[in-house]
């Protein structure tokens, strides 16, 4: 069976302004983040303007074995890899109509980063028991990021699947900000369950 998919695709508006935000958002935390990790190396004895109380700090999770995944910073990472999304969404303001295997490439690659957002969550809530804020802002732009540009990239053939999944995810395109709500809303409740100290200093607040 031939592919029937478009070889070139032009996003939707929405959807760069989606990138552009998020990605920033994104690299904001990043930045913040290595910001926060140079100060540290600098002066090793003094707080962080971003640990707060005992449930949210940044010096534990920078600190921490899961704060270097790949023998570096995670921020560092995120340095590297937030700008992609800024461009693709730059490239969808601008109506460039990019070759199918590019979105194929940058869903691929934001699924790579969700996996690795996913799994810091994990251990910061479950192993560590704290929240760096910081990481908290680029948990909540991957989530916003990634499953609308999915059901998009599914609906518009940027991503291979049955002709049926196409045409539903085409049709139901708003599941994308449902799923990004609905993550988002676990992980906030699953934080507040596991650690409840935070509850109590945010209403100490």
Do not use: K
Not at 90 to 114: C, Q
Not at 170 to 196: E, K
């Amino acid at each position: 069976m031939s592919d029937t998919r478009p070889a070139h695709i032009a996003a939707p508006i929405w959807l760069g302004v989606v990138l552009i935000v998020t990605g920033l958002l994104g690299l904001l935390g990043s930045f913040s983040l290595s910001v926060e990790r140079i100060e540290l190396l600098l002066n090793p004895e003094e707080a962080l303007s971003c640990d707060l109380n005992p449930f949210l700090s940044c010096s534990g999770a920078i600190e921490s074995e899961q704060g270097e995944l790949f023998g570096f910073p995670n921020p560092f990472l995120g340095l590297m890899t937030f700008p992609a999304p800024i461009i693709m969404g730059a490239l969808t303001l601008g109506r460039v109509a990019m070759p199918r295997w590019v979105w194929t490439t940058f869903s691929i690659g934001v699924l790579g980063g969700m996996a690795i957002v996913l799994f810091l969550a994990q251990q910061s809530v479950f192993v560590l028991g704290f929240v760096c804020p910081w990481c908290f802002l680029v948990w909540m732009a991957m989530y916003t990021m990634s499953f609308p540009l999915w059901v998009w990239a599914f609906g518009a053939g940027a991503i291979p699947a049955p002709a049926g999944l196409r045409r539903t995810a085409a049709r139901f395109s708003s599941w994308g900000w449902v799923l990004s709500l609905a993550l988002a809303v676990v992980v906030v409740v699953t934080i507040m369950i596991v650690l409840p100290g935070i509850p109590r200093y945010l209403f100490a607040f």
